[in-house]
């Protein structure tokens, strides 16, 4: 979170907070809001359990399962599950959701840190991409073509 918030900051984003996450925080956004950490970490909290099997109405075009993360076509289904890997992708509540949420978080901590290091050091790798998935240091975008 201190990487993504240094980076924000170096950008010229001049509100940033790092908060603890809970259930709260995540139902009543009160602004653009990125979560950071492992699945393993943030599937704990019930409202994140809920959104990733709601992934078909989420759009963010990834299923964590126990067998890794899914990721996704166009169509929804299944392109791609892979054991170790970065996620990036963003859902709000509609067009112009003033308060969205971005996921940002790894299958494991070192797919957090791909994740984490690509939006904190080449945010231009990904630029107009609605998410992408970060596997073996490569960039995928989301959802699968």
Request: glycine share 12%; with cysteine.
């Amino acid at each position: 979170a201190e990487d993504l918030k240094n980076s924000l900051a170096s950008r010229g984003v001049k509100s940033i907070a790092i908060k603890d996450l809970d259930n709260n925080l995540l139902e009543k956004r009160q602004g653009p809001t990125i979560v950071v950490g492992t699945w393993d970490q943030l599937k704990q909290l019930d409202w994140l359990d809920k959104f990733n099997k709601a992934y078909k109405k989420t759009g963010t075009n990834v299923y964590f399962s126990d067998k890794g993360v899914e990721l996704l076509d166009y169509c929804g289904n299944t392109g791609q599950t892979v054991k170790n890997a970065g996620i990036i992708t963003a859902a709000g509540n509609g067009l112009g959701d003033r308060n969205p949420l971005w996921l940002v978080c790894g299958t494991e901590q070192t797919g957090l840190q791909m994740a984490v290091d690509l939006l904190a050091n080449s945010p231009q790798k990904i630029s107009g991409y609605y998410g992408v998935a970060v596997v073996a240091g490569k960039v995928q975008r989301l959802p699968l073509q």
